[in-house]
């Protein structure tokens, strides 16, 4: 018997409640997804920037074998480099749960979900905006969704229109914030507004931690910034030592191209971007739709891009609060049994138990 609460989300339910959050650009793909499937955890892949890049291909019709326009949808570019991600996590993690999680700010946000949903993802994630549509594209094909929520309001909203669970991300969290309150101030009230389970994320370290997550009455965490240093992260080892040597107080908000606050760590680009309020750039990627391509302060693609592949100097780091407590490289599964044993040991200690058997 565990003491950890059972989490489920439909039908899916993992060993442990802990779900690895989505880190794009390419930071978490097939090989970090699945390690943490294969642990019992959620795995998740990011979307961003896996959309189809040839615009001549013909569109697909179908999706899960059903005809799109016979349910009301429009065809659409298969995105192949996704769908090879779900498709490579699938073969390492068989019996594992994988998620895609998708921001609704993506430009190629429709052909994302709809090759994610045919290619065999167990769940999607939508944040970074709201679209009510992906409700009914999601029911349409059996598939559970997760909405990031950051206020009562919109957690109610996605319970009605058919979420399966609601994560709440708070200004803890590393990259693009919603809300830049703390996960303990937020927390309460939304597991206070909703029936279906409620999934903390940010600023979630450690198993004291989740330990008083669960005791607000989360069902379970996201944890992203700690999945970063893991040797099966699929980021550069650069970009992953750059978080481990961080501090603290490295640890900054900056200013994003799509209009919203950002979680980064402190590097000569940050630095670079306070001094001249504008760096030049192109526009290739037209990754999102509020971008204000050559007229926005930076690219975002393109920073992220950089730091992933390993030049962290010249790119853009994102990471949450507690970035300066990471010191050390982890596997997933070693990393996945710590904070799992902690949080045990700190719910024992307060006579608490949320377990449904493991």
Not at 70 to 80: D, M, N, R, T
Request: glycine residues 10%.
């Amino acid at each position: 018997m565990s003491r950890l609460p059972e989490l489920k989300i439909k039908n899916l339910k993992p060993k442990y409640p802990i779900i690895q959050g989505g880190m794009g650009a390419k930071v978490s793909l097939h090989k970090l997804a699945a390690a943490v499937a294969n642990a019992g955890g959620i795995g998740v892949i990011s979307a961003v920037l896996l959309h189809e890049k040839d615009r001549k291909k013909p569109l697909k019709t179908t999706c899960k074998g059903v005809d799109v326009e016979s349910v009301g949808l429009k065809p659409y570019h298969y995105a192949e480099e996704l769908a090879e991600e779900i498709k490579k996590a699938k073969e390492l993690a068989p019996n594992g749960i994988i998620g895609v999680n998708i921001m609704y700010a993506l430009t190629h946000f429709y052909e994302l979900l709809m090759t994610a949903i045919d290619a065999g993802a167990d769940l999607i994630i939508q944040g970074a905006g709201f679209g009510k549509d992906v409700f009914k594209i999601c029911n349409t094909f059996d598939m559970p969704l997760i909405e990031i929520v950051a206020t009562p309001k919109g957690a109610k909203l996605s319970e009605r229109l058919g979420a399966a669970a609601i994560i709440v991300e708070s200004g803890e969290a590393g990259g693009h914030l919603g809300t830049m309150e703390s996960i303990w101030d937020v927390l309460p009230d939304i597991v206070k507004a909703v029936k279906i389970p409620v999934i903390a994320a940010g600023g979630i370290f450690d198993g004291k931690d989740m330990a008083r997550a669960f005791e607000i009455g989360a069902k379970g965490v996201q944890i992203a910034t700690r999945f970063i240093a893991t040797y099966e992260c699929d980021a550069h080892q650069n970009f992953k030592d750059y978080i481990i040597n961080a501090k603290a107080e490295d640890s900054i908000y900056i200013k994003s191209p799509v209009g919203m606050p950002a979680h980064a760590v402190r590097n000569p680009f940050t630095e670079r971007l306070e001094k001249e309020g504008k760096i030049p750039h192109t526009c290739p990627f037209n990754c999102l739709k509020t971008c204000a391509k050559a007229d926005s302060i930076y690219c975002i693609a393109d920073v992220l891009l950089k730091s992933v592949e390993g030049d962290v100097e010249n790119g853009l780091v994102f990471a949450g609060s507690n970035v300066g407590k990471v010191n050390r490289m982890y596997s997933v599964k070693e990393l996945i049994e710590e904070l799992v044993k902690e949080c045990e040991e700190e719910l024992a200690k307060k006579n608490l138990n949320f377990g449904g058997e493991q």
